[in-house]
């Protein structure tokens, strides 16, 4: 009897076990699910921007300084890092750039001058040399120097002003913008009662901003005009620059000069550029001064508008 009931109650046994162990195996996979879908959300669950925005960034669009470029975790965008490194090599590009003189003068010759274009060479032979040395880069070698004082420039009367176009920290500076700054300014030193009268253009390779005085000097010109390219930043490898002096003479410091800088398309406008530098040459003239003597006073009807007193000069 009890040998008769046993299989029936192993056979009840075991179709209850496999029951509960299929009803397991089946509510397995609902568990691991339910486990996958708490840990892991859909996709569409994800923020579709990872990078974490600064509330600054709205200040971007009024300059071009990098502010409010936001943050991936606790670094920079991808983006922005790589924007950075592209704006440190091009002005790393700008200061070894050599200038094009050959397309250069071509592109003055077309501003129709009285006379030849000077081609001149300071001290420093090579760049190298004229970034280990700036004060071979403030002089003329001793060709460019006879050159110019063969040229007459010490014998006969003075004239108003020369102008150098010097190469300077960044050549792609004066190869943008030299020529495009001339074309607006040249008409206005010719416009007038008292127009300016001009030497020789000068064209300057390895130089630095003091050079225009001794070219200055040698032509006998009563104030020099340098347009140099200025050292490049990070986000302005182009930047012109206009330095002006009255009596120019070898061995004067910065003190003598009055500087304009950041000419450029992105910048300073070549009009407002050229405005103010007239304004600065015709105190300049009546004063017969230059450098920290001589105020620019180009803006003072901008600071002052409204009828308002400027406090700074009253």
Known sequence: MADQSSPDNR?????????????????????DSQASTENHPPADDHP??????????????????????????????????????????????????????????????????????????????DRLTYLQRPDWGRRLDDD??????????????????????????????IQQNAVAFLKTLLPKLAEGETPWSLAPLSVVEQGRV???????????????????????GLSSPDSLGLYFTWAPEVGLTDARRNCISNVRPAGLSFEDASRRLMALLKEAREKELSGVKLKDRSEDDVIEQGGARNFLTS
């Open 11 to 31: 056979s009840s046994f075991d179709s209850h076990s496999s029951t509960d162990s299929q009803s397991s195996t089946n509510s397995q996979p609902s568990t």
């Open 48 to 125: 579709s921007n990872i990078v974490t925005d600064n509330p600054w960034q709205q200040l971007r669009q009024f300059t071009d300084a990098r502010i409010g470029l936001g943050r991936a975790g606790i670094s920079l965008p991808t983006e922005h890092l790589l924007e950075f490194q592209l704006a440190h090599a091009r002005a790393q590009d700008a200061v070894h750039l050599p200038l094009d003189i050959e397309t250069l003068c071509d592109d003055l010759g077309e501003l129709a001058l009285d006379a030849p274009i000077a081609r001149l060479h300071s001290q420093a032979t």
């Open 144 to 173: 460019a120097r006879e050159r110019l004082t063969q040229s007459g420039g010490s014998a006969r009367s003075s004239v108003d002003l020369a102008i150098a176009v010097v190469d300077g920290l960044s050549s792609f500076a």
């Open 210 to 232: 003091a050079i225009g005085d001794e070219i200055g000097e040698c032509l006998n010109a009563r104030a020099v005009l340098v347009l140099i390219g200025e050292r490049p």
